[in-house]
C-alpha cells in the first residue's frame, strides 16, 4: 500500500517536474524567440528573395537531427500542408499529441497553434518545431554547428541567403532563418475559393446543397459562425479578417471577460465525468492553470477543411460527417469508463443537440467543402 502510494506520489512528481521543464523551454523560446523576431524585423529585406530562400529551408530535411525530417513531411503542400496523420512524430518517433494544422492563411491568425495563447508571431512559432529538443520535431539543436557549415554556408543555400539579406555580412544565423521561414509561410495565403466566388457574386459558384448549408451554419440554429467567424471562420484570426464577413454571418461568442471567445471547449471529452481531460489534452490549462480551461482549444480556422482530414487537435475525427454528427450530438463527450456520457461542465453552451436532419448535415458538409482553394 504504501509503497504502491509512494511510487504514484514520486510519478506525479515526475510529471510535475517534466511539465515544469516544458513550460520553462516555451518561456525561454518566446522570449529568445521576440529578441530573434525583433531583429528579424530589423533585417527588412525584399520579400520575394526571403520567402524563395524560406520555401527551400521548408523542404529541406537535413535541418533536422536525423536529416529525415522537414516542415513539409508534417505540413504536406498536397493536404493543404497539413499530414493525414492523428498526431504528428517527432524524430524519435514519439507523437507529439497534436495534428498538423494547416499554413494556409496561417500568417492571419491572431494567436498560434492549438491552444498556446500567448505564441502571436510566426517567427515565434517556428522555433519550436526547428529548434525544441523535448520533443524534438526537428531537434536542429543538436547538429546546428555542422548544419551551418556543411548546409547553409554552401551552395545553393549560401546563395539564396546572400539575395535574402544582402546586406548582411556574416554567415547565416538561426534569426535568418525564422525569418525566412516565416516569410515563406507567409506568402500562403487562399481566398479563391467556390465560396469566395460566390460571395462576388456568383451564384453558380455553389450547389443548392452548399447554399443550404451556408444559411445552417450562420443560422441561430446551427449557430457555428458565434465561434467559427469571419472570412477564416475562426473566432481567433487577426481582427481585420473578423471584420470581412458573409452578410450572414452572426456575432462572435464572448468570454467571461467580454472579449471575442478564441479558445473553446467544444465537446470533445469528459474524460472523469468531472470536466476532466484525457493526459496531453489539457489544452488551454497547460497555459493558465485554471481548472475551467481544461479541454478548451483554439477555435479551428475552416477554410481548405475539406483537405485536411484527421480533425481536431488530436485528429480524433476522421471525416468531415463525423465532425457534423459530432455537433448535432451536441459533443461526443468520450469519457474513459463508460460509452455514453454526460457533458463537461466547462462544455461551451453553444454545443448542444441541435436536432438536424440527415439532408442538413449533408448541406453542412457540402458548405464546408466549398471552402477549398483552388490553389492548393
Ligand atoms: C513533426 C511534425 C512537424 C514538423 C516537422 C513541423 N511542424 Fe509545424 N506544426 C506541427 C504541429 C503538430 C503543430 C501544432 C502544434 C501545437 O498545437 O502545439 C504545428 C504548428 C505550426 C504552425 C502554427 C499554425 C497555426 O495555425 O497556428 C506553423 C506556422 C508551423 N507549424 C510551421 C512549421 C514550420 C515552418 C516548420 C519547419 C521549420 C514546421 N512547422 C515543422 C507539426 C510539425
Ligand atoms: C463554442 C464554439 C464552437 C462552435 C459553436 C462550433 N465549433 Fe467547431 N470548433 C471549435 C473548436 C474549439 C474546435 C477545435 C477543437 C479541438 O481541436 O479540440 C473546432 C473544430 C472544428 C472543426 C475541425 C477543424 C480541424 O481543422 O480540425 C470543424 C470542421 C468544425 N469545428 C466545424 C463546426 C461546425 C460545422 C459547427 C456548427 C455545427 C461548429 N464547428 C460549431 C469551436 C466551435
Known amino acids: 500500500m504504501i509503497r504502491s502510494s509512494l511510487a504514484k506520489n514520486e510519478k506525479r512528481e515526475s510529471l510535475r517536474a517534466q511539465k515544469c521543464v516544458r513550460w520553462l523551454l516555451s518561456i525561454m523560446a518566446h522570449f529568445s524567440a521576440m529578441i530573434a523576431f525583433q531583429n528579424a524585423e530589423a533585417l527588412a529585406q525584399p520579400p520575394s528573395k526571403k520567402a524563395a530562400w524560406g520555401k527551400a529551408l521548408f523542404f529541406e530535411p537535413k535541418l533536422s537531427a536525423n536529416g529525415k525530417i522537414s516542415c513539409a513531411t508534417c505540413h504536406e503542400p498536397d493536404r493543404a500542408f497539413t499530414e493525414n496523420k492523428n498526431s504528428s512524430t517527432d524524430i524519435e518517433g514519439h507523437s507529439v499529441h497534436r495534428n498538423s494544422p494547416t499554413l494556409i492563411n496561417a500568417a492571419h491568425m491572431d494567436v498560434l497553434t492549438w491552444s498556446n495563447p500567448v505564441l502571436r508571431k510566426l517567427e515565434n512559432q517556428i ?105 477564416l471562420f475562426s473566432n481567433a484570426a487577426k481582427k481585420e479578417f473578423l471584420e470581412k464577413k458573409d452578410p450572414l454571418a452572426r456575432s462572435p461568442a464572448k468570454d467571461s471577460q467580454g472579449n471575442i471567445l478564441q479558445f473553446a471547449h467544444n465537446g470533445l471529452y469528459n474524460w472523469d465525468e468531472k470536466g476532466g481531460v484525457p493526459e496531453k489534452h489539457e489544452g488551454l490549462y497547460e497555459f493558465s492553470l485554471k481548472l475551467e480551461d481544461r479541454g478548451k482549444f483554439r477555435i479551428a480556422p475552416l477554410r481548405n477543411v475539406a483537405r485536411t482530414p484527421p480533425y481536431m487537435h488530436d485528429g480524433s475525427i476522421a471525416s468531415l460527417e463525423e465532425v457534423v454528427e459530432h455537433y448535432n450530438r451536441g459533443g461526443l463527450n468520450k469519457c474513459e469508463k463508460r460509452k455514453k456520457c454526460s457533458s463537461a461542465p466547462q462544455k461551451h453552451s453553444l454545443i448542444r443537440p441541435l436536432g438536424l436532419e440527415r439532408a442538413e448535415k449533408q448541406a453542412l458538409v457540402e458548405f464546408l467543402k466549398s471552402l477549398s482553394s483552388q490553389r492548393f
Not at 551551418?148 to 546563395?159: D, G, I, N, Q, Y
Open 127 to 231: 522555433i519550436v518545431p526547428l529548434f525544441l529538443d523535448t520533443p524534438g520535431e526537428m531537434a536542429l539543436v543538436r547538429v546546428w554547428p555542422r548544419v551551418r557549415s556543411e548546409l547553409l554556408e554552401k551552395s545553393p543555400h549560401v546563395e539564396m541567403y546572400r539575395a535574402a539579406f544582402p546586406e548582411e555580412k556574416g554567415p547565416p544565423d538561426t534569426r535568418h532563418l525564422f525569418s525566412a521561414l516565416a516569410e515563406y509561410v507567409r506568402t500562403l495565403e487562399a481566398f479563391d475559393s467556390p465560396y469566395d466566388r460566390f460571395l462576388a457574386g456568383d451564384h453558380k459558384a455553389l450547389s443548392a446543397q452548399a447554399k443550404k448549408g451556408r444559411q445552417l451554419f450562420f443560422s441561430a440554429r446551427a449557430n457555428c459562425s458565434a465561434c467559427h467567424s469571419g472570412v
